[in-house]
């Protein structure tokens, strides 16, 4: 079998998005969801289409794995489930991911986040110079598989007495204080209103109905997530998930989890997925008292330069 690997053009990002959409499943493991690169379109379209790498048959022009550089020395991959063990895609994979004339990764230290049952992950960590790196925790809260979920609503009650509540972003202001309470929940965020714009633009967010949440605590705006679908049946995710710097600590972002959770109930996800690093251990605590459950540790590959 002949692979081709290519750089999509920006129009072909809808194609891409659905493809990423028809493999998410909550018995084999992805790591890059649809809603992924939604939240990396926020950079526009252009940048996200030439972050992007796609490995296809050459008979069929069939896609076979999807990448994304989410930073110019961190890969994260994924594979076709019916493709995870292809000998020939695998070896394609590896000799583009580790070759930096091959306009993948670039020479000097770099990461590579691949599903740990994809044959390609084996070939890479058998390169030379490569090794286990940072270490994830992948979390899931079973939402049932509801078939037929109630009507959505702009608005869920979270919390004891009411006293917090999740909107969904919708008029300007809101979609303004969603922006503030992401900057001021992640130092060095660069997130502005028109970037909250460009990732609504996106394929994954208009056409599987991805929602931007803002939590409230009485009149003030204290945290914010968005949940990203693949459609009813499949796993959602959260993407990002934040609270204002100066309520951490008050068990807001298990709250807001919450909240996200209930929302892609709503959406008829079958289940809510999140990722994040190991040794951030204040969200892995919150997601788990949000009703998340672990389910595997996995380490990316590193290759220092």
Not at 71 to 97: W, Y
Not at 128 to 152: F, K
Not at 236 to 243: I, N
């Amino acid at each position: 079998m002949e692979i081709i690997l290519e750089t999509p053009s920006p129009s072909f990002l809808g194609h891409i998005t659905a493809t990423l959409a028809s493999w998410q499943s909550d018995i084999v493991a992805n790591h890059i969801h649809p809603g992924d690169l939604g939240w990396f379109e926020r950079f526009g379209t252009g940048k996200a289409a030439a972050s992007v790498r796609i490995w296809s048959s050459a008979a069929d022009k069939t896609i076979l794995a999807i990448g994304l550089l989410d930073g110019a020395d961190l890969l994260r991959a994924t594979v076709a489930p019916s493709a995870r063990r292809n000998k020939a895609l695998a070896r394609a994979m590896a000799a583009d991911i580790t070759d930096p004339e091959r306009g993948v990764l670039p020479r000097g230290s770099v990461s590579v986040d691949i599903s740990a049952d994809a044959l390609v992950r084996e070939h890479v960590a058998a390169a030379d110079g490569w090794a286990e790196g940072e270490q994830w925790t992948w979390l899931r809260a079973d939402l049932g598989g509801a078939e037929a979920p109630p009507p959505p609503s702009s608005s869920s009650a979270v919390g004891t007495a009411n006293l917090l509540r999740a909107e969904t972003a919708q008029t300007a202001e809101q979609i303004r204080q969603r922006v503030d309470v992401l900057v001021k929940a992640f130092e060095g965020s660069t997130f502005t209103v028109d970037k909250w714009h460009a990732m609504a633009a996106s394929p994954a967010y208009k056409e599987t109905g991805a929602k931007c949440l803002v939590l409230y605590e009485g009149d003030e705006a204290v945290g914010a997530a968005t949940v990203w679908s693949a459609g009813p049946g499949r796993p959602g995710m959260l993407e990002p998930v934040g609270v204002s710097a100066k309520h951490h600590g008050r068990g807001l972002g298990t709250a807001l989890c919450r909240a996200a959770v209930e929302e892609l109930r709503r959406m008829g996800a079958s289940s809510a997925v999140v990722g994040t690093p190991s040794s951030n251990v204040s969200a892995v605590a919150a997601y788990k008292k949000a009703g998340f459950v672990m389910t595997r540790l996995h380490n990316d590959l590193y290759r220092e330069g």
